[in-house]
């Protein structure tokens, strides 16, 4: 059996950064586990040693700080990088723009710079479908024109992506696999590790399952007079132990990809409403949710979902946890913290 690879993940506190360090963990790869706890909390931590258990390689540290990146690129001699680190609120981007193209664009040409000081060629990018703006049909594939960004956040993950392809050029040894996420939700079924909002959550599931759970009065759902079949925005809601294990697979394949850069959705392939979304929950959980519509949100897109077979037929990955599940392990994460 060949070794397994070392890899380093940058925001590994956050939601999808800690989601991922499990699942690698537990495939035996060698992790080391950085983040600056600007948006995460320090208590997902100690989930992801609860449900690997064993003690896990963590540093804090700033991606943008180049003595703090030698000093970990120096300790261990990496394969891979997965790249979590980055601001993602669409409405605070909007209120505070050069936060967010400070943070999310320095840390990632900063982590380049260390990557390529240090020699280590393969990097997984943290992209968004965001990248594609009010898609022209659904579902989208890779191949759909990227639209101009609704937002500073959908800004920087459209420069982060160009960064990227423009460096793959300069740089013949380097190979990036840059994950465009549909919506995860979720949460590990253990409930040690979820999605932890640090403020009012901006994204619908942690709304619903603080509302649920009695801490906010109630959910608006952000208009429902959309040209959908139920009037509200539809996506697709991946859960985040999917997510996590595409990089799993990312890492492992991407030396065979036939591009030294390749863009690859990641969802469920199915639209489901935001109405649906709600009623699915109150029906699996059993718990009632106080809601009402309210007018639409500015710069929401109105139907997306993901073309998943590119992810398919280069990573051999696909979903395989329904919304069911997803809100199930939502909603007991949310009881837990
Ligand atoms: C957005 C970004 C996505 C980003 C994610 C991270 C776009 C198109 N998508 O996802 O790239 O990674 O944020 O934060 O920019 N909703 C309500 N009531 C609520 C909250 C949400 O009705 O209280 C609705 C929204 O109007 C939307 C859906 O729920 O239709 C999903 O919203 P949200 O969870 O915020 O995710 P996106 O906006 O899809």
């Not at 208590?43 to 991606?63: A, H, M, P, T």
């Not at 981007?93 to 280590?120: C, D, F, G």
């Not at 051999?316 to 599940?325: F, H």
């Amino acid at each position: 059996m060949t070794a397994k690879k070392k890899i380093l993940l940058t925001g590994a506190a956050g939601y999808i950064g800690a989601h991922t360090a499990v699942e690698l963990i537990e495939q035996g790869f060698e992790t080391v586990l950085i983040d600056n706890f600007s948006n995460s909390d320090r208590s997902l931590l100690q989930g992801i040693e609860q449900i690997v258990k064993q003690k896990i390689n963590f540093r804090e540290g700033d991606c943008r700080d180049a003595a703090f990146l030698d000093s970990v690129f120096s300790k261990t001699k990496f394969d891979s990088v997965i790249h979590f680190a980055a601001f993602k609120s669409v409405k605070e981007s909007v209120l505070h723009p050069l936060k967010y193209y400070e943070n999310n664009i320095e840390s990632l040409t900063a982590l380049l710079r260390a990557m390529h000081r240090h020699q280590v060629n393969e990097i997984i990018f943290s992209s968004s479908c965001t990248v594609y703006g009010q898609p022209d049909s659904i579902p989208v594939d890779e191949k759909a024109p990227l639209k101009k960004a609704e937002s500073p956040y959908g800004a920087t993950k459209q420069m982060c992506e160009q960064i990227l392809e423009d460096t793959v050029k300069a740089h013949p040894s380097l190979k990036v696999v840059s994950l465009r996420y549909f919506n995860p939700i979720g949460a590990h079924p253990s409930a040690h590790i979820g999605e932890m909002p640090t403020d009012v959550p901006d994204n619908l599931v942690p709304y619903v399952t603080q509302t649920a759970a009695g801490l906010r009065p109630k959910l608006v759902v952000f208009g429902d007079d959309y040209p959908t079949p139920d009037g509200s925005c539809l996506r697709d809601f991946i859960h985040v132990v999917d997510l996590a294990q595409a990089h799993v697979r990312a890492v492992e394949k991407i030396n065979d990809l036939p591009h030294r850069i390749e863009y690859i959705n990641l969802g469920t392939g199915e639209g489901v409403s935001v109405l649906q979304l709600i009623k699915k929950f109150i029906d699996v959980t059993g718990v009632p949710l106080n809601y009402e519509i309210g007018p639409r949100r500015p710069g929401d897109v109105v139907k997306t979902y993901a073309d998943a077979h590119k992810a398919l037929a280069l990573l051999n990955w696909k979903t395989k946890r329904s919304l069911d599940e997803a809100l199930q392990d939502a909603w007991r994460w949310q009881q837990k913290i």
